[in-house]
C-alpha cells in the first residue's frame, strides 16, 4: 500500500495520467493552430475591406448593418475554427487510444508502467477505444462548444454529465475486478505485473476462458 493506495491501483492513475498529458499536449498545439487561425483572420487587412465595400455598396450605404453582418461573419468563422479543433482533438484521442491498443496491446502510459490490455483485437480496441474517449474527452468537447455558442445552461448541464460519465467508467477500478466501464463495455481487462494474467470476461457473460491463469492480487 502507498497512501492508502494499492500498487496496481497506483500503476493504473499514473498510466491515465501520462496518456492524459499526451491529450493535453495536443489540445495545447490544436489550441496555437486555432489562435493562428483566428489571428490571420482578424488581420486579413485587404480581405476585410473588399468584404466590407461590397456589402456596403449592395446595401445602399447601410454602414450599422454592414459592420453588425461583418462581425457576425468573423464570430461564426472563429466558432467553426474551435468547433473543428475541438473535433481534431476527439478524433486524435480516439486514434490514439484505438492505434496503440490495436497494434500493441496497451498506450504508451500503460506499456511505461508495464500494463496491457487483453484481448487484443481490433473490435475491443475501437470499442474501449470509443468508451475511453467519450469519458475522458467528447463530452467535455461537446460542453466547451455549447458554451462558445452561447448555451450557457445546457454547457453546464453537459459538464456535469461529462464529469459523472468520467467517474462511472473510472471509479470501478478502484473496486474488486477493477474493470473500468471501458473494459466492461468491449470485454478487456488491463492485466500486467501484480493485476493478474486471467483472460477477462465479455461484457454479457461471466465465465472465464477454460485453462485460464489465475488472476494473482495485489494489494
Request: aromatic share 8%; hydrophobic share 55%.
Amino acid at each position: 500500500m502507498i497512501g492508502g493506495m494499492s500498487v496496481p491501483k497506483l500503476r493504473r492513475a499514473v498510466a491515465w495520467f501520462i496518456d492524459f498529458a499526451l491529450v493535453v499536449a495536443a489540445a495545447s498545439a490544436l489550441a496555437v493552430l486555432t489562435f493562428h487561425r483566428m489571428s490571420a483572420l482578424v488581420t486579413d487587412v485587404p480581405e476585410l475591406a473588399t468584404r466590407g465595400g461590397l456589402d456596403l455598396l449592395t446595401s445602399r450605404g447601410d454602414v450599422i448593418g454592414v459592420s453588425e453582418h461583418l462581425g457576425l461573419s468573423l464570430w461564426d468563422k472563429v466558432v467553426l475554427y474551435v468547433e473543428e479543433a475541438f473535433g481534431l482533438l476527439v478524433l486524435a484521442a480516439f486514434l490514439y487510444q484505438w492505434g496503440c491498443l490495436a497494434l500493441a496491446g496497451r498506450t504508451i502510459g500503460k506499456g511505461l508502467l508495464g500494463l496491457k490490455v487483453t484481448p487484443r483485437r481490433a473490435r475491443h480496441a475501437a470499442v474501449r477505444a470509443a468508451v475511453t474517449t467519450t469519458a475522458d474527452v467528447a463530452v467535455y468537447a461537446v460542453a466547451c462548444v455549447l458554451l462558445i455558442e452561447g448555451h450557457f445552461l445546457l454547457s453546464v448541464l453537459v459538464w456535469v454529465v461529462a464529469v459523472l460519465v468520467f467517474l462511472f467508467n473510472a471509479l470501478p477500478v478502484l473496486f474488486p475486478g477493477r474493470r473500468s466501464l471501458a473494459d466492461r463495455v468491449a470485454g478487456t481487462a488491463v492485466t500486467g505485473l501484480g493485476l493478474g494474467t486471467g483472460t477477462p470476461t465479455g461484457p454479457a457473460t461471466g465465465f472465464s476462458t477454460p485453462g485460464a491463469t489465475p488472476p494473482v492480487r495485489t494489494s
